[in-house]
């Protein structure tokens, strides 16, 4: 997905002993994985085969949503790091 309005984020839990990672359009929809890397890797492909999908079907993407609903730190996919 190369709209710069969706963004994803990756997050450690605890709970899970997991990476997790969501997208700000996609509130129903996470991804988790043992690497950070792995996670974001796959919340993204998660992401572009439900947008093709809502495409191919000829439905409306959702809206990303502001980020003050999420808690999850925002991972800077250009250096590999987490804010």
Same mark, same amino acid.
């Given at each position: 997905?190369? %709209?710069?309005?969706?963004?994803?984020?990756v &997050?450690? &839990?605890?709970? =899970?002993?997991?990476?997790?990672g !969501?997208c700000?359009?996609? !509130? +129903? !929809? &996470?991804h988790?994985?043992?690497t950070?890397? %792995?996670?974001l890797r796959?919340? $993204?492909?998660? !992401?572009? %085969?439900?947008v093709?999908? +809502?495409? $191919?079907n000829g439905e409306?993407?959702?809206?990303? +949503?502001p980020?003050d609903?999420? %808690?999850?730190?925002l991972? =800077?996919?250009?250096v590999g790091?987490?804010?």
């Open positions: 997905m190369n %709209d710069p309005r969706y963004q994803f984020r &997050s450690w &839990s605890d709970e =899970d002993h997991a990476w997790i !969501v700000n359009g996609f !509130v +129903l !929809v &996470s988790i994985a043992a950070e890397a %792995d996670c796959g919340i $993204r492909e998660l !992401v572009d %085969d439900i093709a999908d +809502l495409q $191919r409306a993407l959702p809206r990303p +949503l980020w609903a999420f %808690d999850a730190p991972l =800077d996919t250009a790091t987490t804010n």
